[in-house]
């Protein structure tokens, strides 16, 4: 069997997850075949027309954030399928995403990305990992000892995903009460993701100007200006130039007025706050995290 997936990672939560199901795939003797769509210059698949042509399996793996897809790749998703499809019209496809507090996206989103060439999900798989929002001062997220208790979770049930895909069986994970809250949270955090990029900033007196938030951007949204960066809307909010700059300079949502320094926030109202929160716990307590 054949399995080619088409993957973005900002943070390396995604990238592991389709790597070790790779390495747990080739065990039971599937054929897998990984891309990384910044990888892919201007999605052209001219390099890949075979590669999709003798998939079984065609996958997307992907980050979630505020209970959707990265822009980056529902623009991706959207462009491609059309040429996919064009392809290879027997192929069956897979969701792979990652998430750090719950999966608000859900299967009936990724059933209405596919009802442009009139295809269903055959799986559906969900891996709860690391968040990688700033979420605390010091930039640590969870313990090393947390996060290895959660990827061996994770590698248990890509065991069970393998079983069921050999099986030739559908695998549909995450339903629940918690895909009609991902509405509520996307409609909330809706704008405050696409404006992400207003509230971050790069601490001058800290920043080296080593250029590697610069480098490792996905969507080339950081640009060098004067002795400093300064962010685009072209942002798709992967967070991956605050979780690897090497001296922490730059911050979300936060103001160093201390330093002369003020960043825009785009601010959830008090109401919007009260109602996250009440969804956190009424998740929690329904166990369906």
């Given at each position: 069997?054949?399995?080619?997936?088409?993957?973005?990672?900002?943070?390396?939560?995604?990238?592991?997850?389709?790597?070790?199901?790779?390495?747990?795939?080739?065990e039971?003797?599937?054929?897998?075949?990984?891309?990384?769509?910044?990888?892919?210059?201007?999605?052209?698949?001219?390099?890949?027309?075979?590669?999709?042509?003798?998939?079984?399996?065609?996958?997307?793996?992907?980050?979630?954030?505020?209970?959707?897809?990265?822009?980056?790749m529902t623009?991706?998703?959207?462009?491609?399928?059309?040429?996919?499809d064009?392809?290879n019209?027997?192929?069956?496809?897979?969701?792979?995403?990652?998430?750090?507090y719950?999966?608000?996206?859900?299967?009936?989103?990724?059933?209405?990305?596919l009802?442009?060439?009139?295809?269903?999900?055959?799986?559906?798989?969900?891996?709860?990992?690391?968040?990688?929002?700033?979420?605390?001062?010091d930039?640590?997220?969870?313990?090393e000892?947390?996060?290895?208790?959660?990827?061996?979770?994770?590698?248990?049930?890509?065991?069970?995903?393998?079983?069921?895909?050999?099986?030739?069986?559908?695998?549909?994970?995450?339903?629940?009460?918690?895909?009609?809250?991902?509405?509520?949270?996307?409609?909330?955090l809706?704008?405050?993701?696409?404006?992400?990029?207003?509230?971050?900033?790069?601490d001058?007196?800290?920043?080296?100007?080593?250029?590697?938030?610069?480098?490792?951007?996905?969507t080339?949204?950081?640009?060098?200006?004067?002795?400093?960066?300064?962010?685009?809307?072209?942002?798709?909010?992967?967070?991956?130039?605050?979780?690897?700059?090497?001296?922490?300079a730059?911050?979300?949502?936060?103001?160093?007025?201390?330093?002369?320094?003020?960043?825009?926030?785009?601010?959830?109202?008090?109401?919007?706050?009260?109602?996250?929160?009440?969804?956190?716990i009424?998740?929690?307590?329904?166990?369906?995290?």
């Amino acid at each position: 069997m054949k399995i080619l997936i088409f993957y973005f990672s900002g943070n390396g939560n995604t990238k592991w997850t389709v790597e070790t199901f790779e390495e747990i795939a080739r065990e039971k003797y599937f054929d897998v075949e990984l891309m990384s769509i910044e990888d892919m210059v201007g999605w052209d698949f001219t390099s890949y027309h075979n590669s999709i042509k003798n998939a079984d399996i065609i996958g997307f793996g992907t980050p979630i954030y505020g209970s959707n897809l990265p822009r980056i790749m529902t623009s991706f998703i959207q462009t491609i399928l059309p040429q996919i499809d064009k392809i290879n019209k027997n192929a069956t496809y897979m969701f792979m995403n990652t998430y750090g507090y719950v999966n608000g996206f859900g299967i009936f989103k990724a059933r209405q990305l596919l009802k442009a060439i009139n295809k269903k999900p055959k799986v559906y798989f969900n891996a709860k990992l690391f968040n990688s929002a700033p979420s605390r001062k010091d930039h640590s997220q969870i313990t090393e000892n947390e996060l290895a208790k959660r990827k061996a979770v994770v590698i248990l049930k890509l065991k069970k995903l393998c079983e069921f895909i050999e099986g030739g069986k559908t695998y549909i994970k995450g339903l629940g009460p918690h895909l009609v809250i991902g509405i509520i949270i996307r409609n909330l955090l809706r704008k405050s993701i696409e404006n992400n990029y207003k509230a971050m900033i790069c601490d001058g007196n800290l920043c080296t100007d080593c250029g590697k938030c610069i480098v490792e951007c996905p969507t080339k949204s950081i640009i060098k200006e004067g002795d400093g960066i300064c962010f685009s809307d072209s942002c798709t909010s992967c967070m991956r130039c605050y979780n690897n700059c090497p001296v922490q300079a730059i911050s979300v949502g936060k103001y160093s007025g201390e330093n002369g320094y003020k960043q825009y926030r785009n601010r959830l109202s008090s109401f919007q706050g009260f109602i996250i929160f009440i969804l956190m716990i009424y998740l929690k307590v329904m166990s369906i995290y």
